[in-house]
């Protein structure tokens, strides 16, 4: 599949989400939407960003932007993270990868030589049209969810 660009229409899901919910994105058509993907719960990394959108959540939710975490985690994997880390942001589980791979995130990556599959941390927002209105890839987290907002308020 070609990699998604601005504008493209967003690939639609509807995957299992954590609390026994689930979780579609054509079902908050009419709103925009954070998509973020990240690779793996309860590292580091991953653990900071949620905190961080999670923190910035009131924010989001004034802005009228709905915000969702992706990755290919269990749901019982995301309830443990949501409740050790007190999240409020709502995770979907694609352990199938198909909302990962629709998005073009699932990538070879390489650490200490050894290549292997995995989650590649982007953010999407998607505007209230359903279409792409902005990609960040290769996610750096310290600072990302205040720049999402900050977009998300220029929309």
């Keep these: ?35 973020f993907f990240y690779p793996k719960d309860d590292t580091s990394g991953c653990t900071t960003e949620a905190i961080a959108f999670t923190g910035l959540k009131p ?13 290919p985690d269990s749901v019982k994997k ?8 007190e999240l409020g942001v709502p995770l979907a589980s694609d ?3 198909t909302a990962i791979q629709a998005y073009g995130v699932w990538v070879e990556k390489s650490m200490y030589g050894r290549k292997y599959m995995g989650v590649d941390r982007s953010t999407f927002l998607i505007g209230k049209d359903g279409r792409i209105a902005r990609i960040w890839r290769k996610v750096k987290v310290p ?3 205040e720049e999402v907002l900050a977009a998300v308020k220029a929309l």
């Design 1 to 35: 599949m070609s990699e998604l660009s601005v504008g493209d229409v967003a690939p639609d899901f509807s995957l299992p989400g954590d609390g026994g919910s689930t979780i579609t994105l054509s079902q908050m058509a009419g709103k925009p939407v954070v998509l």
């Design 59 to 71: 924010d989001f939710d004034k802005a009228g932007v709905e915000l969702v975490g992706l990755s």
């Design 143 to 145: 600072g990302h969810a």
């Design 95 to 97: 352990e199938e990868k």
């Design 78 to 85: 995301h309830d443990r993270f949501k409740a050790k880390h």
